[in-house]
């Protein structure tokens, strides 16, 4: 379970960093990014949260399903809101997918060697191996 935190402190720190980066340098755009991350966090928090006891494989399949539709209700948002501007769109269409890809560059981060999450992997193993024997 400590892992699963560490990997959502990543993705927060990453979608800080992209977010403010895109307030800096492209502020017309920014709004995208934090959206697709605060999107990605939802989504991740709903996964955390329905599958921490034991998930059945219905439970697992509704929520991929709600993962996506929401998804497309946010991206049907953007289309309808900027669709006359075709460049507008396209950016604003690669700025939320920068944002969504948070808790994908917090899981990557996390499985890095460095030795605090290489100390935490380990720790974990061990705690499911004691688990399993008891």
Known sequence: MKNIVVINYMAI???IVVGLASYLFFRSYYIW???GSVTAL????LMVRFTK?????ETLYLLIILRTVIYLIVLAFMYFLLGDQTMLLMYSYI???VGAINTKVGVF???LPIPYFVKLRLEEKEG???ANNS
């Open 13 to 15: 720190l990453y979608s």
């Open 33 to 35: 990014t934090v959206l």
């Open 42 to 45: 939802f989504n991740y928090s």
């Open 53 to 57: 006891n034991k998930a059945s494989k």
């Open 95 to 97: 700025f939320f997918f």
């Open 109 to 111: 981060i996390f499985h």
């Open 128 to 130: 499911d191996v004691n």
